[in-house]
């Protein structure tokens, strides 16, 4: 029972990474604009789930959505995470199915500067 529960959490994981992992590689990036923050709880504390719409290249606009974003009012680390989500919001979406969107930066996967 114990390792089935393993195997789908780590299910879970490796298709999060790999969506992530796509979109940075094949994604195309759009300026996001917040609609709407929806406070709740979970199992580690408050937070906030951000509501984003973005309009593609075609000028079609789509909705996303971002879970567990740390309160304003969260530790040093957590309020490092919400100001890189909320100031210029950009949000990554699949050019030929946008609905396959994210907002940057990832929880799993980032961008690493080339060092020459």
Known sequence: MAAGLAVLLGGFLF????????LLK??????????AEERHRTRSGECITL??????????????ERPE?????SDAMGQAQ???LMTRPVALYHPKRPK?????PFE?????????
């Open 69 to 73: 974003v740390p309160l304003p009012e």
């Open 51 to 64: 509501h984003f719409e973005f309009v593609d290249t075609e000028g079609t606009t789509y909705p996303g």
């Open 26 to 35: 094949w994604g195309t990036a759009a300026y996001a604009t917040i609609v």
């Open 15 to 22: 298709a999060a990474y790999y969506r992530e992992k796509r």
């Open 108 to 116: 799993l996967v980032k961008l690493q500067s080339a060092q020459r």
């Open 100 to 104: 396959l969107n994210g907002l940057y």
């Open 82 to 84: 919400r100001q890189r």
